[in-house]
């Protein structure tokens, strides 16, 4: 096996790994009531399928979207010092879950091991 769909599924997993700590403290209300629960709430559970590979393109479309509207949501409106701040981050986080939404999990991951023929679900 090649070493690139390896190294999809890293990717992924990391990428997640990376999200989730950003999405866990807010969840867990430690950074007070001023951040929307809500959101933090979809963070996480997004994150964590994007973390087991598990419905993984509708994941990625969602955390892209959500990084998008979220980072437009508070920065824009602040100013364009605001606006520089974090653009960089934003930026990747964006087009790497559009990519992983548009390539898929990688072969260590829940959609995989689902549509693998002579998986169990295919019996």
Not at 2 to 30: C, D, E, K, V, Y
Not at 58 to 65: D, K, V
Not at 88 to 98: A, D, K, P
Not at 100 to 106: F, M, R, Y
């Amino acid at each position: 096996m090649p070493w690139a769909p390896r190294l999809l599924s890293m990717l992924r997993i990391a990428a997640a790994l990376t999200f989730l700590q950003s999405g866990f403290p807010i969840w867990a209300g430690r950074l007070g009531p001023q951040v929307n629960w809500l959101t933090s709430m979809l963070e996480v559970l997004a994150g964590g399928l994007m973390l087991l590979g598990w419905f993984t393109r509708p994941a990625g479309i969602t955390l892209a979207l959500m990084a998008l509207l979220g980072y437009t949501g508070i920065h824009w409106w602040q100013g364009a010092d605001s606006w520089l701040l974090g653009l960089r981050e934003i930026s990747v986080y964006i087009f790497l879950w559009l990519y992983l939404a548009a390539a898929g999990p990688g072969p260590w991951s829940i959609d995989e091991r689902a549509t693998r023929p002579g998986s169990r679900s295919h019996t």
